[in-house]
């Protein structure tokens, strides 16, 4: 289910509606049958087919994991907690690599040894289909059995809560990913109902429906031609492009994760922040602060300082930077584009630590003039490979490139639609930003009889078309 879909938006008012209705004691229950009905709908409704291949593969990998937490928690030996954890950890990424890069390797081992079509052959015989979310809730589950081995959760955890701890439908798909503190309190302590999360959650699900169904989808509507022809597009059209997938991805991701958070507030859960405006960055690193926040502490906290982090020699953590890049933009897709890309960011984040840093009017705040002069130079990187990420094949970024530069008859792209929508995304990155703007409103009613109808417009949009979310896919 879409959350920007009508059959989602029936499925939440009932499970919301018994929720709330019911007795505290069913409320575990009825979150727990609903991420089930939820996450089991995929195959049903993707796939036509009854057979919850997906869900059977998600429980199954819960179950696993449950196993082996169970045996962390029943041993006193520090071995055996190792052990137990890493036939956990070798399980998920197994399960991870099997699905998502099968065919990845298939291919590199058919360059390695002659065999130039392998790939296509293995697409042929086995016609694995990627589970959705696998990627998330794989990190989730890693990151709940690493803290429990660190001593950082100290409360023995039943199936029950365990699985409501990974399967939670706000957030199973695409996030944020989450850490036992930020879910498991609430769960122990009762679900209560208050009034206060209403309008909050409410807003929150508003305002990143507006991103995703009013602005990312608009953009995709008018770029996804350019990106699926390249090499007929030239000039402006390429930059639009460019600029407008930045938009895009912003959009798209930026709203689930608010309409994940509203959800979760709903339900009266606190699910962390995903982003922080993060085209207001004045430093390369900065932008993974403030850019798919959870992945980035996952990756820091679970691959970053356990390599070393800034404890070694420069030069090791300079690696490590790489290294850690590298493997956030692989988590992203078994495609060399995704690679590149994390190898990119990693070089640049490693070159701001070892030079740039060096100069204080980089490292310093500064004043205006040097925030927009720093702004310009990480957000030009960030458009020089913002394509990267979205192209399937490096040659379409060689046309992309070639043609930016070249004038030449190209089809006629929709530029004042997309100034429309230019405006809008900085209202609403601004908002992100400064969430605090909105409390500085004396008069709301106005503001909010807007936000209404921008609301409206975008919930009648999502009646005529349901676009999947782009992190979906990851």
Known sequence: MLFNSFIFLIFFIVLYLLYHTLHERYKKSILLIGSIIFYGAWDY??????????????????????????????????????????????????????????YFFAGVLGHII???????????????????????????????????????????????????????????????????????????????????????????????LIKKVLLADSIAEIINPIYASPGSYHGMAIVAAT????????????????????????????????????????????????????????????????????????????????LTMLIAGFWHGANWTFVIWGGLWGVMIALERSVLDRFSWWKETGGILSIIIKMFIVHSFWLICAPIFRISKISDYSDMLYNVFHTGSSPKVNFETLSYLFLLFLILHYIEY?????????????????GAFILFF?????????????????
Not at 267 to 273: I, R
Not at 441 to 449: A, E, G, H, Q, V
Not at 458 to 474: E, N
Request: aromatic share 18%.
């Open 45 to 102: 409704l993707n796939f036509e087919t009854l057979i919850p291949r997906f869900l059977l593969l998600f429980l199954f990998t819960i179950y696993i994991n449950f196993l082996c937490l169970k045996g962390m928690e029943n041993t006193e030996s520090r071995t055996k907690k190792k052990l137990f954890l890493s036939l956990a950890v070798i399980y998920d990424v197994s399960n991870l690599m099997f699905f998502k890069y099968f």
């Open 114 to 208: 002659g065999i130039e079509d392998l790939e296509k052959v293995t697409r042929d015989k086995f016609h694995i289909i990627l589970p959705i979310g696998i990627s998330f809730y794989t990190f989730q589950i890693i990151a709940y059995l690493v803290d429990y081995y660190r001593g950082q959760i100290k409360e023995k955890t039943t199936l029950t809560d365990f699985s409501l701890f990974i399967l939670f439908f706000p957030q199973q798909i695409a996030g944020p990913i989450l850490r036992s503190t930020e879910f498991m309190p609430a769960l122990r302590t009762g679900l209560q109902f208050t009034e206060e999360r209403v309008v909050p959650g409410l807003g929150l699900v508003g305002l990143g």
């Open 243 to 322: 600029i407008g997938f930045s938009i895009q991805i912003w959009g798209d991701f930026s709203g689930y994760s608010d309409i994940a958070r509203g959800l979760g507030h709903l339900l009266g859960f606190d699910l962390p922040k995903n982003f922080t405006g993060p085209y207001f960055s004045t430093g390369f690193a900065e932008v993974w602060v403030r850019w798919h926040i959870t992945l980035s502490r996952f990756l820091r906290d679970y691959l970053y300082i356990p390599l070393g982090g800034n404890r070694v020699s420069p030069w090791r953590s300079y690696l490590n930077s790489v």
């Open 434 to 450: 400064k969430p605090e703007v909105l409390e500085k409103i004396k008069r709301p009613l106005p503001y909010i009889l807007v």
């Open 458 to 474: 975008a919930l009648t949009s999502f009646a005529s078309r349901s676009v999947k979310f782009y992190y979906f896919q990851f």
